[in-house]
């Protein structure tokens, strides 16, 4: 089994445990032995999951404005929670990684592998998303089948992804290519860097 295909196993599984209840404070059951890759894969996409129900639910325009700032700001936590994970995921890789010695023409990826993998986390939620709405009972023909050709592309989209990140894994296995990670150093999360909050 490639890394690819058990994440896109773990990712589903996320997704389908989180649907379950199918509410966004519904707590997590990891079902994996802590400090795994799996047990990181599966919180990667429950945090996802948790946070794609998030946006739909603040995009109500009868909500209320003060429930509204609290969920953005449940948001943006998440979104913190998310970016320290693909870190952890890249660290994962590095250590994995840390013996091989690039080869002399060895090229530097648009990407580190967790970022990737961050996308492909994303894709599996809008391939399972977009099934629900082909299965709906309540829309038109029209409507189906428009999303019937959304969820063909996605899971093209899914293989040719999968695919890509599998060859990454090997080019930095083999030494074609290296790994340079860069922290996300959000300034608008950190008190020092943010003058709305430095200022005050």
């Known amino acids: ?12 599984q996320a997704i389908r445990d989180y649907h379950l209840k ?3 404070d519904t707590l997590i ?3 994996y032995e802590s400090g795994t890759i ?32 609290g969920l953005k700001r449940r948001i943006d936590r998440s979104n913190q929670d998310r970016t320290d994970l693909v870190e952890e995921i890249d660290s994962y890789f590095r250590q994995v990684y ?7 023409e060895a090229r ?16 599996a939620l809008k391939i399972w998303h977009m099934q629900e709405q082909t299965e709906r009972q309540d829309a038109d023909a029209v409507h189906i089948q428009k999303c019937q050709a959304k969820l063909d592309v996605l899971k093209e989209q899914q293989i040719d992804l999968s695919t890509a990140i599998d060859q990454l ?5 083999a030494g074609r290519k290296y790994m340079k990670v860069y922290r996300q150093m ?11 909050l430095y200022k005050k």
Request: contains cysteine; charged residues 20%.
């Open 29 to 31: 059951n990891n079902p």
């Open 98 to 104: 840390s013996e091989v010695k690039p080869l002399p």
């Open 169 to 173: 894994l090997e080019d930095i296995e």
């Open 1 to 12: 089994m490639t890394f690819t295909q058990q994440a896109n196993q773990i990712f589903q």
């Open 186 to 196: 959000k300034m608008y999360n950190d008190p020092a860097t943010n003058p709305v």
């Open 108 to 123: 530097l990826n648009t990407e580190s592998p967790a970022w990737a993998i961050d996308r492909l986390s994303i894709l």
């Open 22 to 24: 199918d509410h966004v």
């Open 38 to 69: 799996e047990h990181s894969l599966y919180l990667k996409c429950w945090i996802d999951t948790v946070q794609w129900h998030l946006e739909d639910i603040i995009r109500d325009p009868h909500i209320n404005p003060a429930e509204a700032l």
